[in-house]
């Protein structure tokens, strides 16, 4: 039940914000990433139609996933906006390598959570 509600927390963080690139700027300003970061995270966020969603949230959390996530890590976090499901099958495999991602994406979720409060 704990992973469930963490899986769903994570999601309702990606389902609320924005992405971006490495060629972006995604410095932080007094603890708060630059908020206008583009990339594929921002792009999900923004096309998932979520009520929060707006540019500075999913600028914000992709200005995180930027110094959190690789470009790989990036679109396949983006691709849960798609497919739920897929976050869900990732999670619980017992493949090392998406077990090494979701470690990687939890963490992202979680400072994007704290990052990104009240945007």
Not at 53 to 79: E, F, T, Y
Request: with cysteine; aromatic share 6%; glycine share 10%.
């Amino acid at each position: 039940m704990r992973n469930t509600a963490l899986l769903v927390v994570a999601a309702l963080v990606l389902a609320a914000c924005g992405g971006g690139n490495k060629d972006n700027v995604s410095r932080y300003r007094g603890g708060a990433p630059a908020a206008l970061a583009k990339g594929p995270i921002s792009k999900a966020c923004l096309q998932a139609n979520r009520k929060s969603a707006n540019l500075r949230l999913c600028g914000c959390v992709q200005a995180v996933a930027n110094g959190s996530l690789s470009g790989s890590d990036q679109k396949l976090a983006a691709s849960f906006f798609r497919d739920p499901h897929k976050a869900q099958v990732i999670r619980q495999s017992d493949n090392t390598r998406n077990e090494a991602f979701w470690k990687r994406y939890k963490a992202f979720a979680a400072k994007s959570g704290q990052v990104c409060k009240g945007y």
